[in-house]
């Protein structure tokens, strides 16, 4: 079985602030690990992905997430926020010969002026 | 670019209604899926599809069911509605077998479902 926890259902920083989002999993063998985003009525959108290669993942739009296995974490980072990354993001997780992902409840990004 | 197109993006119905809920993918992915969003729930999965007449249970299938006749199409349908069937719904694809080893999934715009 396999699940992701993302700590906190929002989390708010000013424009230009480092934005952490954090995402902890539970696999029972090697995972792959994603980040989608979702803008206001919109569908998701892929971020980034881990799939077993580098530990840091550069993505879209200034981010990164970094795979540690020792804690089971694929947190997401950007240094400077801009008001364009308010969205909700997902973290999602699945292993070589499943077809499906299991995601994270979301965290919603609120970047204020 | 993947292209995921969803027949609607916003739909209102009434309660015992069936509803018909559309998707269609336009890069030839054999796999296939519809969730719902709820706010604090994030996404569950209903059912998926890896091939043409093919088709898995996901995590909460209650209410629903599918169809997939052709590779390309793949529909949500709600035998009679229910209020707590109100949600967003979203579609995605996948490549499937070694092509789409790392599962990457790309989402339709979504439908927002209302049940009066």
């Known amino acids: 079985a396999q699940s992701v926890t993302q700590l906190g259902s929002h989390v708010s920083v000013s424009e230009g602030a480092l934005v952490l989002l954090r995402c902890n999993y539970s696999s029972s063998v090697p995972p792959y690990l994603f980040w989608y985003v979702q803008y206001p009525n919109q569908g998701l959108q892929l971020l980034l992905k881990y799939t077993s290669a580098a530990t840091l993942v550069k993505g879209i739009n200034g981010f990164e997430a970094e795979f540690k296995k020792s804690e089971t974490s694929f947190h997401l980072t950007k240094p400077s926020a801009h008001m364009s990354d308010a969205a909700e993001y997902f973290c999602a997780v699945t292993h070589s010969g499943y077809s499906t992902l299991t995601f994270g409840k979301g965290t919603m990004l609120l970047v204020s002026p | 670019d993947v292209k995921v197109t969803q027949s609607s993006r916003y739909l209102v119905k009434r309660t015992g209604e069936k509803v018909f809920l559309e998707c269609v993918q336009d890069?030839?992915?054999?796999?296939m899926f519809w969730y719902r969003q709820d706010p604090g729930l994030g996404l569950r999965l209903i059912y998926f599809?890896?091939?043409?007449?093919?088709?898995e249970k996901g995590d909460i299938p209650e209410g629903y069911s599918v169809s997939r006749e052709k590779k390309e199409r793949f529909s949500l349908i709600l035998e009679s509605a229910s209020t707590n069937q109100t949600s967003m719904y979203l579609c995605?694809?996948?490549?499937?077998?070694?092509?789409?080893?790392?599962?990457?999934?790309?989402f339709g715009p979504g439908t927002r479902l209302t049940v009066l």
């Open positions: 890069m030839d992915h054999e796999n």
């Open positions: 599809s890896y091939d043409v007449k093919m088709k």
């Open positions: 995605a694809s996948s490549l499937g077998g070694l092509a789409g080893l790392y599962n990457e999934q790309f």
